[in-house]
């Protein structure tokens, strides 16, 4: 694939039943404009989406990306999603992808200011090369988000813990990153704990335990993050989550950042400060992460 494939959605029901949702989709011109001036996700960020990796025409995770969807549907008080109906979705757009790595985008849209709600669509297009990264790590720094890791059940209008489509502070993040000389940034919460990253989910090895923050304190669960852990448990490693205070991400022995299209990066500093890399379990997981999964 070359280009760039798009399908407008006319949502229904979550829990209307058909055999085919062929048509409620429109397939439209991903170059060509296809969104009103009022649409609220360009406006205002008012929406939800995900990004599923897709690896010769082959959508992975697509189940647990989905279940996400509608959970930040649910926390931003959008219509809960059909399911199945994004699942041939995701099924159509997987179709016109050839071989090699691209990326499938979900958007679910507060839809027009003052009028019809929601709005929906997916695209499809060629992933970035991550190959460097995959292959060399990536330097961090820490940075405070600014919450508490209480926050998001104290303040569930923050949305913390849906992916929402106002991803500013995460760029702005990832500017600052770079601004002080690293790849990418580790967010930590305003008490001293060990959040995520601006685009994913971190994995540490301590021994031969692995350890993720608990996905609460406004935590995406990372799909990505899920699987690895899967792959790990088969191999006998212990694998856990808890709180993890940001003193411990120097001590780890190893660590990672993972997502659904950049796939597992080494983390090799963490401000300033080298971390080791285990370049064959790095290598081990991406090619897990690159072998087709469901």
């Given amino acids: 694939m070359t280009g760039r494939f ?11 039943q058909r055999s085919d949702y062929a048509d409620t989709f429109t397939q439209v011109d991903a170059a060509a404009p296809a969104l009103s001036v009022g649409e609220l996700s360009t406006q205002r960020g008012d929406g939800v989406f995900e990004s599923i990796g897709v690896v010769d025409g082959h959508a992975q995770e697509v189940v647990p990306h989905l279940e996400r969807l509608a959970h930040s549907a649910r926390l931003c008080d959008l219509p809960v999603p059909n399911l199945a109906q994004w699942r041939q979705a995701v099924d159509q757009a997987a179709a016109q992808l050839g071989a090699g ?45 600014g919450y508490d890791l209480g926050a998001a059940e104290r303040a569930p209008w923050l949305l913390l813990g849906a992916k929402t489509l106002s991803y500013a502070v995460n760029m702005a993040a990832l500017r600052e990153a770079h601004r002080r000389g ?28 692995f350890m993720t923050p608990a996905p609460n304190g406004g935590i995406l669960h990372g799909t990505t993050q899920l699987s690895v852990y899967e792959y790990l448990a088969a191999r006998g490693f212990d694998v856990g989550y808890d709180r993890i205070p940001a003193t411990d991400l120097t001590q780890a022995d190893a660590a990672w950042l993972v997502s659904s299209v950049r796939l597992a990066a080494a983390i090799t500093a963490v401000d300033g400060e080298s971390l080791p890399v285990d370049h064959a379990l790095t290598a081990d997981l991406n090619r897990y992460l690159l072998s087709p999964r469901d």
């Fill in 182 to 209: 690293a790849d990418d940034a580790i967010f930590l919460s305003s008490d001293g704990f060990v959040l995520e990253a601006p685009t994913a989910s971190l994995i540490l090895r301590f021994g031969n335990g």
């Fill in 6 to 16: 798009a399908l407008m959605i006319d949502p229904v029901a979550a829990e209307e």
């Fill in 101 to 145: 790595e691209s990326v499938i985008k979900l958007i679910l849209s507060r839809g027009v200011e003052h009028g019809p709600t929601p709005t929906a669509w997916v695209t499809a297009a060629p992933a970035s090369d991550f190959s460097s990264v995959r292959e060399n790590g990536v330097s961090v720094v820490t940075l405070d988000r």
